[in-house]
């Protein structure tokens, strides 16, 4: 378990965790699960389309429509989610220390001008599994709060090759991106965000 560059309220920050060719190599492995899953938008449970696309790999993926936000064993199209690939799980042994897997590999793909609004990842059985997220491709403003809704918060650019853990204390704390830089990694030749979150389901 390597020691995070930071910490900022209870998440560990390991700010260029991956190499430039780990990276290339993380998105040539996604490349093959959206292929099996293709990203899709979803609604929230208010409606309103978000402006992430997103699509996951694992037991369960995270789905939202107006019925709510759940995990569901297939993608919309009907299929099992494709397995998580082994270079995501090799992060998750690293940085958490468990040997358990995660359930949900979470793909979260940011375009222009997408964002993602203060939330807290509460859609999980057990609290004390962590969340492990890595993040790919342009900057992202990451926005952190408290466990609370609303009250101060810190920010932070997470840059490609970034990986955050969001456990302990800080499970519940709430986390949001405020906006992307779109274009500014060369990483993916389209531009772009991808973040992933490891979660522990069941
Ligand atoms: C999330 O909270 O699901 C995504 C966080 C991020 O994009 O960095
Ligand atoms: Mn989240």
């Known amino acids: 378990m390597p020691a995070p560059t ?6 560990d920050i390991h700010k260029g965790y991956l190499s430039a060719t780990d990276q290339q190599a993380l998105v040539e492995a996604l490349r093959g699960v959206l292929k099996a899953a293709p990203l899709f938008s979803p609604t929230t449970r208010f409606g309103k389309k978000m402006s992430v696309r997103m699509t996951s790999a694992g037991k369960y ?14 993608h919309p199209n009907g299929t099992p989610w494709p397995p ?4 995501v799980l090799a992060i998750w042994r690293d940085v958490t220390g468990h040997d358990r897997q995660p359930d949900c590999c979470l793909i979260n793909f ?22 492990l997220s890595v993040s790919l491709g342009d900057d992202g403003l990451f ?12 920010s932070i650019w997470l840059e490609s090759g970034d990986v955050v853990l969001m456990g302990g204390e800080a499970r519940l704390t709430h ?5 992307i830089r779109f274009g500014s990694s060369r990483l993916m030749p389209k531009g772009g965000r991808i973040n992933l979150t ?3 389901v069941d």
């Open 143 to 154: 926005r952190i709060g408290n466990e609370e809704r609303g009250g101060k918060t810190e």
């Open 61 to 74: 993926g995270w789905y939202s429509d107006g019925r709510g936000y759940r995990y569901e064993p297939r």
């Open 110 to 131: 940011y375009g222009e001008g997408a964002r993602m609004g203060m939330h807290q990842d509460r859609d999980e059985a057990d609290f004390t599994w962590p969340v």
């Open 6 to 11: 930071l910490r900022l309220r209870g998440f």
């Open 198 to 200: 490891c979660r522990v």
């Open 175 to 179: 986390h949001g991106v405020d906006r």
């Open 84 to 87: 998580i690939p082994e270079e």
